[in-house]
């Protein structure tokens, strides 16, 4: 059964920087395409970056609102992937989350709490 941990959320005061994690269970994450996602009140969940398996040389890809701030990184060995993230504001206050990508039927964790806020 696959499961998702995401942890490491927070409150951050504009300009601050969080890592968060996604630890995983019933999967090897390495072996898929892993995304980052948010969730803001009112909006739809999107996607801020993706990491590629390891086959296909772990590529990344990110959001242009995350291009050059957000990092996606992955530790095999911890089957955990990780998103730094630098020089928040406000409007990423959202609820993150890390799933397959795409995620189709794969099921979501409970997620983790980020508010950017002075």
């Known amino acids: 059964q696959v499961q998702f941990v995401e942890s490491g959320g927070g409150l951050v005061q504009p300009g601050g920087s969080l890592r968060l994690s996604c630890a995983a269970s019933g999967i090897i994450l390495n072996r898929y395409v892993m995304g980052w996602y948010r969730q803001a009140p009112g909006n739809q969940r999107e996607l801020v970056g993706r990491?590629?398996?390891?086959?296909?040389?772990?590529?990344?890809n990110y959001a242009d609102s995350a291009k050059g701030r957000f990092t996606i990184s992955r530790d095999n060995a911890k089957n955990t992937v990780y998103l730094q993230m630098n020089s928040l504001t406000p409007d990423e206050t959202a609820v993150y989350y890390c799933?397959?990508?795409?995620?189709?039927?794969?099921?979501w964790g409970q997620g983790t709490q980020v508010t950017v806020s002075s």
């Open positions: 990491i590629s398996d390891v086959n296909s040389g772990s590529y990344l």
């Open positions: 799933n397959k990508y795409p995620y189709n039927n794969s099921p």
